[in-house]
């Protein structure tokens, strides 16, 4: 199961780095975590997965750098496709330790008025 994790995170990266590069706008350092959430009982399964994307560089860079991942994670990143069709997969962009996008699902209890 990580190597799916691992797979993941590379097919992304190599997206992000890419689409970056060609724009001229390579940050100074580019890391990404991802997390998967398992489920209690066999076959255990990842039943969720989110990515960080952390980013450090020109402070100008950090749509650019939030273009990227989506385009990576909407249009170009086939592993993320797929786990998709299955399980939540979620992702939150860091630029010079500020957060730009998180769309992170969380259990939220929902009071009807």
Not at 46 to 59: E, N
């Amino acid at each position: 199961k990580p190597f799916m994790l691992v797979a993941l995170s590379g097919c992304t990266g190599m997206d992000v780095a890419a689409i970056m590069r060609k724009a001229q706008k390579n940050p100074d350092e580019f890391s990404i975590r991802v997390t998967g959430d398992v489920s209690d009982h066999y076959p255990v399964e990842y039943t969720r997965v989110h990515l960080i994307y952390d980013f450090k560089g020109k402070d100008e860079y950090d749509a650019a750098a939030a273009n990227a991942v989506r385009l990576s994670q909407e249009k170009y990143c086939g592993v993320s496709s797929m786990l998709k069709k299955i399980i939540p997969v979620t992702w939150e962009i860091n630029y010079n330790g500020r957060q730009v996008f998180n769309n992170k699902v969380e259990n939220v209890e929902v009071s009807e008025s």
